[in-house]
């Protein structure tokens, strides 16, 4: 096998990109008292309010453990509030409160700040060539995953 069979430039590329991306955005995320993770649960709350935690699995595409754990501590915080569906008791809905509204936002600031970032240096066609890309390469792992399942 030679070398040039060990290299994976696209997988190398996408996970750098991924960990810097990460890197960068955690470390203004701390900064609000926000542990990783829980900046998207507040942003996908800022886009529509008052959601349960399946919405909000199927929204992140994480697993119910993860939103769960997640949202107490939010909630502990004074960030969400949690209440029962009127439609179904089982159901629970969870909601910013004033506190997690302003988070929210500052959050999705930081977000658009590390966007802004990462296509500094680029034109707009180049980046509207990079997401298509990314899109097209998305789409073509997901479809393969499903056929392999």
């Known amino acids: 096998m030679s070398n040039q069979d060990l290299d ?11 960990v810097s991306h990460r890197l960068l955005t955690a470390k203004k995320i701390r900064q609000l008292g926000l542990y990783p993770g829980q900046d998207m649960v507040l942003i996908e709350l800022l ?25 107490n501590r939010l909630q502990k915080a004074g960030i969400v509030s949690f209440e029962k569906s009127t439609a179904d008791k089982r159901v629970t809905i969870i909601s910013l409160t004033d506190k997690g509204r302003e988070l ?5 600031a930081i977000w658009r700040d590390v966007e802004q970032t990462a296509f500094e240096d680029l034109s707009e066609e180049d980046v509207r060539f990079f997401i298509d890309y990314a899109r097209k390469i998305t789409t ?3 479809q393969k995953a499903s056929k392999d399942n």
């Not at 430039?9 to 990109?17: A, E, F």
């Not at 886009?47 to 949202?71: F, G």
């Not at 929210?104 to 999705?108: F, H, P, R």
């Open 104 to 108: 929210a936002t500052k959050a999705a």
């Open 8 to 18: 994976f430039p696209l997988g190398t590329s996408i996970i750098n990109l991924v």
């Open 140 to 142: 073509t792992f997901n």
């Open 47 to 71: 886009r529509k309010d008052h959601r349960s935690q399946n919405e909000l699995v199927q929204a992140l595409t994480v697993d119910h453990s993860t939103i769960a754990k997640s949202a």
